[in-house]
């Protein structure tokens, strides 16, 4: 009787150090993926901080294409109101939205830069070439950081559907989070 009370003691402190470890791992991985979705804020952030450079160095040409350059102010505004997503409750919906508003602040920005080329005194502009150089590096870098934090998504996600892990997710909540495209 005693040795049976042993056994049966020694396996539910394993199961209970397994829960505690998973449920900690949980947390980690978590983390991780909420400070990768900060990073790929911060870049689109930096890119976002850029447009004003571009729009002054446009501005300073006054047979400029107005039409275009307006595109980009309203697709830097309405990308400003859809940039607040909770990595940790974010939907494939919110992701969605947010990426879509992404891409058409950076095609904005596409379509001015390749209207400069019919302006070869603007691309010859130092502060237009600054801007360019930032803001290929900007593209670069979201790129990176898009990619980092689909990872740590996949290492999440396969954590909450992997068994028997996913009875400690569904016990506390843990949900699958989306993936850029």
Request: hydrophobic fraction near 40%.
């Amino acid at each position: 009787m005693k040795k049976s009370l042993w056994i049966i003691t020694l396996l539910l402190g394993i199961v209970l150090i397994w829960g505690i470890s998973t449920y900690n791992k949980f947390v980690k991985t978590e983390e991780k993926m909420t400070q990768a979705w900060s990073q790929v804020e911060n870049v689109y952030q930096r890119r976002m901080e850029l447009i004003p450079n571009l729009i002054s160095v446009v501005r300073a040409y006054a047979d400029y294409e107005n039409e275009t350059l307006v595109e980009v102010v309203e697709s830097r505004a309405s990308m400003a109101a859809a940039t607040t997503v909770d990595p940790e409750s974010m939907t494939q919906e919110q992701l969605l939205r947010f990426d879509e508003s992404q891409q058409l602040l950076g095609n904005a920005v596409s379509d001015v830069i390749v209207s400069i080329e019919n302006y070869p005194e603007l691309k010859a502009v130092e502060s237009y070439k600054t801007f360019l150089a930032q803001y290929e590096g900007s593209e670069n870098r979201i790129l990176v950081e898009r990619k980092r934090y689909n990872e740590m998504v996949k290492d999440y996600n396969r954590s909450v559907r992997s068994f028997p892990s996913n009875l400690i997710a569904k016990t506390f909540g843990f949900e699958e989070h989306p993936y850029f495209n």
